[in-house]
């Protein structure tokens, strides 16, 4: 199956810092989401971005599928964006969905 | 409200007993996804569903047990077999329409087993 690693897995950070996190994935894949995991574990769904660039608000994501990465930013950064980031791969086959893949994760604390 | 809805958010089981987690979706989505979190780590797929009365293992399916009688329901069982059920599920749904199949996840049910 396609293998996804997050990078880096534990980030530390002062308000107001700008981020690049990263997502490698092992094979070409249609779908790529990006998620943020609150402190009471609800997935939040940030992109939907199998392929380009997209932004909203202080986060944007870009990702190179020909390259097999994703990167998402978060600019001027706020506590509230703490927590946990995934990104998830799958792809589409003549069987129709295959399943989501998670990355590891990284985590992300941000100090006031 | 449109969404995904998991049943109970909180729930405590003996050992040896067998317990069943609601995921109820009112989105018309194709597919839905089982997952497993365990504090600190990510998500392990345990069984996911393309279509009605269709499922497939994931990659930690033991001790489980699913049922896709309705689009819009996938309840999950987890059995006296499965040896260490305290964890944190998940439940999601996907369309499935060409190449296009966004995710979206139900707020959890954290299990824990007295």
């Known amino acids: 199956g396609i293998q996804v690693e997050q990078s880096p897995p534990d980030l530390i950070l002062q308000e107001g810092a700008n981020s690049t996190l990263r997502c490698n994935f092992s094979d070409s894949v249609n779908n790529l989401q990006w998620f943020h995991q609150n402190p009471w574990g609800q997935l939040i769904n940030l992109f939907y971005i199998p392929s380009g660039t997209k932004q909203n608000g202080r986060l944007s994501a870009t990702t190179v599928a020909t390259e097999r990465y994703s990167l998402l930013y978060i600019s001027s950064s706020q506590t509230t964006d703490s927590g946990v980031y995934f990104c998830a791969v799958n792809r589409v086959s003549n069987f129709g969905n295959e399943k989501l893949t998670f990355g590891t994760g990284t985590r992300l604390t941000i100090i006031p | 409200d449109g969404g995904i809805t998991q049943s109970p958010k909180y729930l405590f089981r003996k050992e040896g007993q067998n317990v069943t987690l609601s995921c109820e979706q009112n989105l018309n989505h194709d597919a839905m996804y089982w997952y497993r979190q365990d504090p600190g780590q990510g998500l392990r797929l345990i069984y996911y569903?393309?279509?009605?009365?269709?499922?497939q293992k994931g990659d930690i399916a033991e001790g489980y047990s699913v049922s896709r009688e309705k689009k819009e329901s996938f309840p999950l069982t987890v059995t006296s077999a499965q040896k260490n059920p305290t964890a944190f599920y998940l439940c999601?749904?996907?369309?499935?329409?060409?190449?296009?199949?966004?995710?979206?996840f139900g707020q959890g049910t954290r299990l824990t087993v007295v």
């Open positions: 569903s393309q279509i009605v009365n269709d499922f």
């Open positions: 999601a749904s996907s369309i499935v329409s060409g190449g296009y199949t966004e995710a979206f």
